[in-house]
């Protein structure tokens, strides 16, 4: 049985340059880096961002890494609104920034020769409609898998909790209308919002996953944790993701311990791979 390929979010190591960071996850044995663009880690507004592009994607040939890019930074948009603007907020310059930046980090992952680019729908603001928020929503989706296909890239849809999409119901009430669409299915959401155990989830998506996120959670609760922290079954969950034969980066998201980056990143492959190596005992 070959070992899954693991990947760091860099949204874990906010406080390491990024050529350290990157360091830092290949030393570790990832096989594979999720590039959360962010103003201090590859700003996607910044200027040469062809050239920029060039040298991150010979970096990471150099080093070994396959690419997933995220696009979850927090004030990259709007300095005073977490997350703002999204693909539903009222204001259209305000959906069209986003458009703009997504359009950016599907830029940045067919010039990286990414494996996909992950996003997601983003909360209705009170006293949006939410009728009209989901015309919103479609729209932009189906421009945006319209760009990637242009471009060659996987475009993958996140179900987040709290957000317009929220499940992998409602993604595939989404995916029924953009059927290029795939799924970026993040494990510990499923124990958030408590539709499905992850090795279900894993096994009824097999061949709809554009990546896959994994940490630790409790169920109920949204908060990102390092595995053995939460209610994850990780043995059972790795299992799965064997399997359905799953060739994509696994991406690790600690987005809330880049406080102790150095030490959670190693630590995190070796529980993984201490996992996945009970599986063949």
Same mark, same amino acid.
């Given at each position: 049985?070959?070992? !899954?390929?693991?990947? $760091? ?35 996607? $507004? ?28 927090? $004030? ?42 992950? $996003? ?60 290029? !669409? ?8 499923? !124990? ?90």
């Amino acid at each position: 049985m070959s070992g !899954l390929r693991y990947a $760091f979010n860099t949204n874990g190591c906010a406080h390491h340059r990024l050529e350290d960071a990157l360091e830092l996850i290949a030393e570790s044995g990832y096989a594979g880096v999720a590039l959360t663009l962010d103003h201090h880690h590859f700003d996607p $507004f910044a200027p040469d961002l062809e050239k920029r592009a060039a040298r991150l994607g010979g970096r990471l040939v150099e080093m070994g890494l396959g690419l997933v890019i995220e696009t979850g930074a927090r $004030f990259l948009l709007d300095p005073r609104e977490k997350h703002e603007p999204t693909l539903v907020t009222a204001d259209p310059r305000g959906r069209s920034r986003r458009m703009d930046f997504l359009t950016r980090a599907l830029d940045i992952a067919a010039l990286c020769d990414a494996e996909a680019v992950s $996003f997601w729908a983003g909360a209705p603001r009170p006293g949006v409609d939410r009728e009209r928020a989901m015309g919103w929503l479609k729209w932009g989706v189906a421009e945006l898998t319209r760009r990637a296909q242009a471009r060659g890239v996987t475009l993958a849809l996140e179900p987040e909790p709290g957000h317009m999409i929220e499940t992998c119901d409602d993604w595939q009430a989404l995916r029924e209308e953009i059927p290029e !669409l795939t799924l970026a299915l993040d494990i510990g959401h499923l !124990l958030v919002t408590g539709e499905a155990e992850p090795p279900h989830a894993i096994l009824s998506h097999r061949d709809l996953m554009g990546t896959v996120a994994i940490e630790d959670m409790q169920r109920g609760v949204h908060v990102h944790r390092m595995f053995g922290e939460g209610d994850l079954d990780l043995p059972s969950t790795l299992a799965a993701l064997h399997a359905v034969e799953y060739r994509g980066l696994v991406c690790v998201e600690l987005s809330r311990d880049s406080h102790r980056a150095h030490h959670i990143i190693p630590d995190a492959i070796a529980a993984l791979k201490a996992a996945e190596g009970r599986l063949t005992d």
